[in-house]
C-alpha cells in the first residue's frame, strides 16, 4: 500500500498519477473531514472509466496507513503569490511534525517522500520527527526543478526534453545551483552548446518559473506531482536509477545536519547511494552560500525537534 498524507491539490493529483500507474492500492490521509473519501471516490469513478482496477481509500485516521511501505507526505499550506518557499517554513514546520509523528507511530516501515515546501527544510523536520535512517527519508526537490529545466533547455535548443539530462544540487528554492557541465543535450555538455550567459539566462527562467505559475493559477500541481511520480516508480519497481533530490547529508560535499538535493541512486530502499561529484570553484562556491541558507533557516525553526540518533544515519 502507498499513502499520502494531504489531500488538497498536490495530494489529489500524486494520487490521480498513481492510481492510473496501478503501483498499489492507495490510502489517502487528511484532517478535513470527507476530503480524503471525496477524492477517493471522484478517483475511483475515473479509474472505472478506463477499466483500471487500483483500489482508493480515503480516511481521517492515521492508523489506516499502517503497513505503508511508502508515505508520500503533501500536507500544509502551500505558497501564495509574493512568497517565496522559505516564508512558509514555520507555517509548515509544526504540521509536518504532527504528520511525521503519526508516520512513526503507524508505518514506521517505510519509505517517506517529503512534497511540502520548503522542502529542504521539512525533509530535514521529517527526519528528525521520525529517526527514520537517512535513506528512509528523502524529497523530491530537484526532480521537478530538472524538468523545469529540461524544458526550457529543450526550447532553446530546439532539441526533444528527452534529450536532455539535468544537474541541480543546493536548494530546492532562490539559490539552487544548475551545474552546466553535468547538464547534458544528447550526452553534450550544456557548456559546449551555448554561452555561460545563455545558460544563466536559461536557470534564471527555471528559478522563477513556480512563482510565474503560482501568480498566474494559485498553485503549481501538475509538475509536482509528476516529479513524485516518477520517484515512486524508481522506488517501488527498484530501479536504482539516478536523480537528484533531497536527503539528509553526512559529511558528503563537506556538509553535514543539513538537508540539500544532490544527485543520488533510488531503489526500494529509497536513497541507496548519493554520488558525489567534482565542481569547480563556481559552484563550490554557489553550494556553499546554498547551505548556509538552510542552516540558518534550520536555525530559525520555531519548533522542538527530538534528538538525532545518530546510530540511524
Known amino acids: 500500500m502507498i ?7 498536490i495530494g489529489a493529483n500524486v494520487a490521480v498519477h498513481l492510481a492510473m500507474k496501478g503501483y498499489d492500492d492507495l490510502t489517502l490521509v487528511d484532517v478535513v473531514k470527507g476530503l480524503p473519501q471525496g477524492e477517493a471516490m471522484d478517483i475511483t469513478h475515473m479509474l472505472s472509466a478506463y477499466g483500471a482496477e487500483t483500489k482508493v481509500t480515503g480516511s481521517n485516521d492515521y492508523g489506516d496507513i499502517a503497513g505503508s511501505k511508502l508515505v508520500i507526505v503533501a500536507a500544509g499550506f502551500g505558497r501564495k503569490p509574493g512568497q517565496t518557499r522559505l516564508d512558509l517554513m514555520n507555517s509548515n514546520a509544526g504540521i509536518i511534525k504532527d504528520v511525521c509523528e503519526q508516520i512513526r507511530k ?27 535512517e537517512r535513506h528512509r527519508v528523502l524529497g ?4 521537478l526543478d530538472g524538468s523545469r529545466l529540461r524544458n526550457f533547455l529543450a526550447g532553446e535548443l530546439g532539441v526533444a526534453r528527452s534529450s536532455v539530462t539535468t544537474m541541480i544540487i543546493g536548494e530546492h528554492g532562490d539559490s539552487m545551483v544548475p551545474i552546466p ?11 559546449k552548446l551555448m554561452s555561460p550567459e545563455k ?9 522563477g518559473v513556480a512563482a510565474e505559475v503560482i501568480a498566474r493559477k494559485g498553485a503549481t500541481i501538475h509538475g509536482p506531482a509528476a516529479a513524485v511520480t516518477v520517484l515512486v516508480d524508481a522506488i517501488i519497481n527498484d530501479k536504482k536509477a539516478v536523480f537528484n533530490a533531497s536527503t539528509y547529508l553526512d559529511g558528503e560535499y563537506g556538509f553535514s545536519d543539513v538537508v540539500m538535493d544532490v544527485p543520488m541512486v533510488v531503489g526500494k530502499g529509497g536513497v541507496e547511494r548519493i554520488l558525489e561529484v567534482e565542481l569547480n570553484k563556481a559552484e563550490k562556491d554557489a553550494l556553499d552560500a546554498s547551505y548556509h541558507i538552510l542552516k540558518d533557516a534550520i536555525s530559525k525553526l520555531q ?9 540511524s544515519h
Open 199 to 207: 545558460f544563466d539566462e536559461v536557470v534564471k527562467g527555471t528559478r
Open 303 to 311: 519548533i522542538t525537534l527530538p534528538p538525532r540518533n545518530d546510530g
Open 140 to 143: 523530491m526537490s530537484g526532480t
Open 3 to 9: 499513502s499520502i498524507v494531504g489531500s488538497g491539490k
Open 106 to 132: 503507524n508505518a514506521p516501515d517505510a519509505v517517506l517522500l517529503m512534497v511540502t515546501n520548503p522542502l529542504d527544510v521539512m525533509t530535514y523536520v521529517s527526519s528528525r520527527v521520525t529517526g527514520f
Open 181 to 191: 557541465g553535468y547538464t547534458t543535450v544528447g550526452g553534450i555538455p550544456a557548456s
